[in-house]
């Protein structure tokens, strides 16, 4: 490989891992019909739980990561 494909290679290869953990960070957030929120990303998902047609109104939270739960306080 000869300099400028070295040169070209040290500025794509940065692009490329930012690229790639936007992809697999960055969440997206999907409204449930009963108030609660998810945000959901390749790698892990955050739940939201709110029950607003509940009396008090309840709410909690869920965290997977890679579908392994790992933290739960809604006993839902």
Do not use: C
Request: hydrophobic share 40%.
């Amino acid at each position: 490989m000869n300099d400028s494909g070295k040169k070209r290679l040290k500025r794509v290869l940065p692009i490329i891992a930012v690229v790639t953990a936007l992809i697999l960070f960055l969440p997206i957030p999907v409204q449930m019909r009963d108030g609660s929120v998810e945000y959901k990303a390749l790698t892990y998902s955050v739940i939201h739980y709110r029950r607003l047609y509940e009396n008090p109104p309840r709410e909690g939270y869920a965290v997977e990561v890679f579908g392994v739960l790992v933290y739960n306080d809604w006993d839902g």
